[in-house]
């Protein structure tokens, strides 16, 4: 199937606010499905509460379009009870680290074959632009006009410390990027995370100075740098800017192959043992 | 495998071998007392017999999980105690909404927030009803013996199939942890989810079209099939689109309500225990019928007409059979681990207006049989 296959066209325009970035990652998305030639019927998107948790509403593949911030817990249900689906999550900051963040370090452990697309556009669109767990000190949002005081969170950097095996970032116009990303994300059997950047401008961009949208997509590319030039680059001059690229990938057996080869082996033969 | 073995030990345990054989395979949850020896059991036994468990982070993420692997088309369930089911209602409701059977125990204990930890209780007897948010019905069971729980169990399972929702089964410490003789009989009976007619082209099948059925419960393949669908925790239509449409609104929250209420009497069972001759009926659920079964012996032993109408099924309320006791004796007790839950239910029912006694306890002791027994002339004197 060809990437606008996986769209449903008569569903089409989304209700996403003109500049927003959701658009292309919702492109980068149908593409990776076409990369890995992804079957509707094996595939399930799932999805939380958010702009970007609504991307399932205008994609053929299976859904379940749950509540907010378990996305991550519901398709580990999913997955683990049908290890041979697709499971694609999507989220958004808010979703993915914010409310559930805990649902989030624990699926980096705990490393279900899961593939997270989370995009952070920095706070909570939906509702009109309040701060979230990835919300940058001093931005001004609809609950911080003097300014936000809390630290942000990485989302790599919180998806490494917490054990993840397939790690990548990229920006939403990067839409080949993106997409590879996300390819490269679903051929693992480990739990892979896709942080995608993408601009909300309606409410981060104009409350911080950023008026037009497109100057909201220059400031994301400006502080973009892609893996291979951040190696040669010293921390001072990658202060406030952020890696994209696939940035950790490494082997590792995911959660079901363990429980397979280890607990069910032991389990049935301590069964047997008993004569039961 | 295992079938018809008679085993010795307790309630918790005869329910994780009741939906091991109820044909579950799918166990998430999160460890807290009084109800972790589920956990325990089901940690080893689903393996054995191809099942997945997994300990979640938090019972949020352990009734998600299970709501998602009955999407996939596996029989799934937890157990928890009040702090947890707390934690879960936003989640009961999403298997409400969606429509996803699975089965959720509650090992009661006392008092509010972290409360008697170890103690017995009934008190949530008005959450499992009311304690998600938005309109809607529950099933809820209460088994008061050990051989309850493993049957309990089995037809908690078939109920969530058969309507397409959660069931919560009402244990409580007491029951949980009691050992008793118990028959691992197999399912008698085992109720599979209702599959699309295969006549039916792909395309036409729509996961939340109830009207279509006779019995307004429409079928659910698994995730994986050949058919491709959404399920919505919003608001939806048949098809699992978000809408806000009200004639749609008022037609699926009306269902929510309307499909348990209609099958009521499937749902329903009450046990009557010597109520033919009765004057004087003692009402009561979980394990503090045990306490009133032995109050019945004793007034029967000083030679006064005493009977015991158990309730098997909590919700949807069994206001006929309740109704139908209250119609023909001179007073009745209810008798709980609360402070009148179900009390206030009965209550509603007294159309002769009968004395009705409460005797209601929370101080983390089983019921005494002399506390009904002086209930009951409490009645006999009003």
Request: aromatic share 8%; net charge neutral.
């Amino acid at each position: 199937m060809r990437w606008d296959e996986y769209l449903k066209k008569e569903r089409l325009p989304s209700f996403w606010c003109a500049g927003c970035g959701y658009g292309q990652v919702m492109r980068s998305l149908a593409m990776a499905l076409e990369k890995t030639r992804a079957a509707l019927e094996n595939t399930v998107i799932v999805s939380g509460i958010g702009c970007w948790g609504h991307v399932d509403s205008w994609m053929k593949p299976n859904a379940f379009h749950g509540i907010h911030g378990r996305a991550l817990a519901f398709a580990t249900g999913i997955k683990l009870a049908s290890p041979a689906l697709n499971v694609i999550v999507v989220m958004g900051d808010g979703d993915g680290v914010t409310i559930g963040g805990n649902h989030f370090i624990h699926a980096c452990r705990r490393n279900v074959g899961l593939t997270a697309v989370v995009c952070n556009n920095l706070n909570y669109g939906m509702t009109g632009g309040q701060y979230s767990g990835t919300t940058p000190e001093d931005s001004i949002t609809s609950t911080s006009r003097y300014g936000h005081i809390e630290q942000s969170f990485d989302i790599c950097r919180l998806a490494e410390a917490a054990g993840a095996h397939f790690i990548a970032r990229s920006i939403s116009e990067n839409v080949v990027a993106t997409a590879d990303c996300i390819a490269e994300g679903m051929k693992r059997e480990n739990f892979a995370v896709i942080e995608v950047m993408s601009p909300c401008t309606t409410h981060y961009g104009r409350n911080n100075n950023m008026r037009k949208p497109i100057e909201m997509y220059r400031r994301i590319k400006s502080l973009a740098v892609p893996v291979g030039t951040a190696a040669k680059l010293s921390s001072e001059q990658m202060e406030g800017k952020f890696v994209t690229g696939i940035l950790l990938d490494r082997p590792g057996e995911d959660y079901f192959t363990r429980y397979q080869n280890n607990i069910k082996v032991k389990a049935q033969t301590a069964a047997k043992e008993e004569g039961t | 495998m295992r079938k018809h073995e008679i085993r010795f030990g307790m309630g918790n345990e005869a329910i994780a071998e009741g939906a091991i054989a109820a044909g579950a395979r799918f166990y998430a949850g999160y460890p807290i007392t009084p109800s972790s020896e589920i956990a325990d059991i089901s940690s080893v036994r689903l393996p054995q017999v191809g099942g997945i468990f997994v300990q979640m982070e938090d019972e949020i993420g352990s009734m998600s999980a299970i709501i998602g692997a009955s999407a996939a088309g596996v029989k799934s369930y937890t157990a928890t105690s009040g702090p947890g089911i707390s934690l879960m209602q936003e989640n009961i409701g999403v298997a409400v909404i969606t429509e996803i059977p699975c089965v959720i125990i509650n090992v009661q204990r006392s008092g509010p927030s972290t409360g008697l930890a170890t103690k017995p209780g009934q008190q949530d007897v008005m959450q499992a009803r009311w304690g998600a948010h938005g309109d809607h019905a529950i099933i809820a069971l209460s088994p008061s013996s050990v051989q309850e729980c493993y049957d309990l169990t089995i037809r908690a399972f078939n109920l969530a199939e058969k309507y397409r929702t959660p069931v919560c089964i009402l244990s409580d410490e007491i029951v949980g942890h009691m050992r008793e003789q118990f028959e691992l009989h197999g399912a008698k009976e085992i109720i599979g989810r209702k599959q699309p007619d295969p006549s039916m082209p792909v395309e036409a099948f729509r996961p939340y079209d109830f009207e279509r059925y006779e019995d307004h419960i429409a079928p659910l393949p698994p995730f994986g099939g050949r058919y491709v669908y959404r399920h919505t925790a919003s608001g939806h239509d048949e098809n699992g689109y978000v809408t806000n449409d009200k004639q749609n609104a008022n037609k699926f929250i009306r269902h929510y309500t309307e499909k348990i209420e209609k099958h009521r009497d499937d749902i329903v069972t009450v046990e009557a225990h010597c109520m033919e001759d009765a004057e004087y009926a003692i009402i009561s659920f979980g394990c503090s019928v045990r306490s009133a079964m032995a109050a019945m012996r004793m007034a029967r032993a000083r030679g006064k007409k005493v009977g015991v109408l158990k309730l098997i099924t909590l919700w949807p309320f069994a206001d006929k059979e309740v109704r139908a006791v209250l119609d023909r004796v001179k007073g009745a007790i209810v008798a709980e681990m609360n402070l009148g839950q179900v009390f206030s239910e009965v209550s509603r029912h007294n159309d002769r207006r009968i004395p009705l006694v409460s005797v209601g306890k929370v101080d983390a002791e089983i019921i005494y049989p002399e506390e009904i027994l002086d209930a009951l002339e409490e009645a006999a004197r009003a």
